[in-house]
T-cell receptor, first 111, second 116 residues
Framework: GEDVEQSLFLSVREGDSSVINCTYTDSSSTYLYWYKQEPGAGLQLLTYIFSNMDMKQDQRLTVLLNKKDKHLSLRIADTQTGDSAIYFC???????????FGRGTSLIVHP | DTGVSQNPRHKITKRGQNVTFRCDPI?????LYWYRQTLGQGPEFLTYFQNEAQLEKSRLLSDRFSAERPKGSFSTLEIQRTEQGDSAMYLC??????????????FGPGTRLLVL
């Protein structure tokens, strides 16, 4: 079945850029998602990218997609303490609307 | 619109008891999804509805689990004879699908279940 992999932790200094990486196995998706989850809360959609795009920029967020390597990344510029959360990559694979989520990357922002 | 809401937010129960959770989706969203999330994991799909029809169920949804969406609006998820392994966060999400390729799911805050 579909597999989505993420590194579990990332620690950055406030003001630096954060890059969260994700690899996936199913290449049939027409789009991929990034979600953010704060402690004790549900998931908040951050952004998505269509598979025919290489890059998408939305304010401080930049998503890069490398379809050949099945690699997706999320860059957060000027990372703030409020960005501390768990970030999930999600792939609605196989023509389904049902996403497979990675285990999430815990982003820790320190002063 | 206040978004997806779930009740209760927390539930503690004893093993063997039945529990029921409720999800109220964003109004006019025709699809509703249930997920389970355990500590350190991403959400895992359980089941989804299009209007009142339950269209897909995961292997994770054992016969102790049942979900309904009787009028195509709110949904309930019931777990019978709870086990300690059912302890998790149960997330609901809703979306509007017009049959196109792109569909965005909006998540509720979840119901955290602890089975003692």
């Amino acid at each position: 079945g579909e597999d989505v992999e993420q590194s579990l932790f990332l620690s950055v200094r406030e003001g630096d850029s954060s890059v969260i990486n994700c690899t996936y196995t199913d290449s049939s998706s027409t789009y991929l998602y990034w979600y953010k989850q704060e402690p004790g809360a549900g998931l908040q959609l951050l952004t998505y990218i269509f598979s025919n795009m290489d890059m998408k920029q939305d304010q401080r967020l930049t998503v890069l997609l490398n379809k050949k390597d099945k690699h997706l990344s999320l860059r957060i510029a000027d990372t703030q303490t409020g960005d501390s959360a768990i970030y999930f990559c999600a792939d609605p694979s196989g023509g389904s609307y049902i996403p497979t989520f990675g285990r999430g990357t815990s982003l820790i922002v320190h002063p | 619109d206040t978004g997806v809401s779930q009740n209760p937010r927390h539930k503690i129960t004893k093993r063997g008891q039945n529990v029921t959770f409720r999800c109220d989706p964003i109004s006019e969203h025709n699809r509703l999804y249930w997920y389970r999330q355990t500590l350190g994991q991403g959400p895992e799909f359980l089941t989804y509805f299009q209007n009142e029809a339950q269209l897909e169920k995961s292997r994770l949804l054992s016969d102790r689990f049942s979900a309904e969406r009787p009028k195509g609006s709110f949904s309930t998820l019931e777990i019978q004879r709870t086990e300690q392994g059912d302890s998790a966060m149960y997330l609901c999400a809703s979306s509007f699908s017009s049959g196109g390729e792109q569909e965005t799911q909006y998540f509720g805050p979840g119901t955290r279940l602890l089975v003692l």
